[in-house]
């Protein structure tokens, strides 16, 4: 059997997508910034796809700014929100310690730049504390940026409450919602929501296409230079191809959230649940504020990397957490953000759905993740130590 379970990193482009894409590869391939009519066309196209993201979120068509993806959306808001706080003498940040790299490296670059920066804590379920964000907002802050939903643990934030003290505050509120666009409602005008990135790899899109939303009267910077595209915010031809087809991936994502994702859901608890009769496991972040598809644990006494080649023999595609920060030998920042210790925050797994599992696949995933655990744990000194004693065990036999 093989199974993707690795949504979270990216997904596969659905046939809609590619179908929307093709005829902007082919038959309307003119340059949206031309005059004559193919361009012209391409223009049409491009300014109505504007409108149909936007209407997915809740925005204003010229409110929303084609990008690259996640990365670049999340780079310039950040960026834009820190140089108008400049002007009006306010260099102070609030974010949150479990944020996506994008987030997190553009801040430090920022602090580099005379900013403050103040990284808030997560609890051990993995959401941000509402009066956390309200006591650390000061005078000087020009900018909250709390991420919609975490990337690995699945956890989603409190957004509607904290965009509303930000309001009340007078700070510009940015929320990277990578993983949460296409899988849970979002409605930037209800959620009090100033600057949101979107990525559409995530939801059955094309890669290197993304979207920025910009609440109308808030003043975004460029971060490349070079042309008047997107009102002058951001140079370079459109790609217009992926613009489409990312709009169409998130129209049938957004109209099958209610349905599908109920399903979904449904699916991540039992799997939840299988997961927690392995003796020594434990779930990581809130058990239901999570998203339907994602599913993360720890485990005592093994290597998450190990773990991940041995289910990939199996036919099982699976992440310890981001794909952005595979390479690296460190324990994941997000579970070290929520009270996992080295020892443990080493041995996670993340397991993440694009659709709900059969019976047969759900008790599949189930058995090869404990046959793999069971089979690393009989080759770990570190768990022979613990059985014997020498050392003692962080969780209990069986979380509850």
């Given amino acids: 059997m093989e ?61 929303i700014y084609f990008t690259s993806g ?26 949150t310690a479990f944020e996506h790299h994008a987030v997190l490296h553009t801040l430090k670059k920022l602090e580099k730049q005379g900013y403050e ?25 020009c900018l909250v940026t709390i991420m919609y939903a975490n990337n690995e643990i699945g956890t989603i934030q409190p957004i509607r409450e904290i965009g509303e003290i930000c309001r009340a505050k007078g700070a510009v509120f940015h929320t990277d919602a990578v993983q949460a666009a296409g899988h849970i409602p979002i409605d930037v005008v209800k959620d009090n929501i100033d600057m949101l990135s979107i990525s559409a790899h995530k939801f ?13 009267g808030i003043a975004l910077n460029s971060l490349i230079e ?24 998130l129209e049938d994502a957004v109209s099958e959230i209610d349905t599908v994702g109920k399903s979904i859901a449904e699916s991540r608890d039992r799997l939840i649940a299988g997961l927690r009769k392995i003796p020594y496991s434990s779930l990581n972040g809130d058990e239901k504020n999570r998203l339907p598809g994602n599913v993360s644990f720890c485990f005592e006494g093994i290597e998450g990397e190990s773990l991940l080649l041995m289910l990939d023999d199996m036919g099982i595609s699976a992440s310890s957490g981001s794909a ?77």
């Fill in 226 to 249: 070079g042309g008047a595209q997107e009102r002058g915010k951001r140079a370079g031809t459109e790609n217009l191809a992926g613009i489409m087809g990312m709009t169409v991936a």
């Fill in 117 to 141: 920066v103040t990284l808030l804590p997560v609890g051990s379920n993995g959401i941000v504390k509402v009066s956390d964000v309200e006591n650390a907002i000061r005078d000087d802050t």
């Fill in 324 to 400: 952005c920060t595979s390479g690296s030998l460190d324990p994941s920042h997000v579970l070290l953000a929520i009270g996992r210790v080295h020892e443990v925050a080493h041995g996670s797994l993340r397991l993440t759905m694009d659709r709900p599992l059969t019976d047969e696949e759900l008790q599949y995933t189930v058995d090869s993740v404990k046959s793999v655990v069971e089979r690393l744990r009989s080759m770990s000194p570190l768990w022979h130590d613990l059985e014997k004693g020498k050392r003692a065990h962080i969780f209990k036999e069986f979380e509850a």
């Fill in 3 to 63: 199974l993707y379970l690795d949504c979270a990193a990216t997904t596969k482009m659905s046939r809609r997508a590619i179908d929307a894409m093709l005829p902007y590869m082919d038959e309307i391939y003119g340059n949206p910034s031309s005059l004559y009519s193919i361009g012209q066309r391409a223009k049409e196209a491009l300014e109505k796809a504007r409108e149909r993201v936007a209407a997915c979120i809740g925005a204003k068509a010229r409110e």
């Fill in 70 to 95: 996640g990365s670049e959306s999340d780079n310039q808001a950040i960026v834009s929100a820190a140089i108008n706080g400049a002007k009006k003498g306010k260099k102070h940040i609030v974010s």
């Fill in 204 to 216: 059955h899109g094309p890669r290197g296409t993304g979207a920025l939303y910009v609440r109308q």
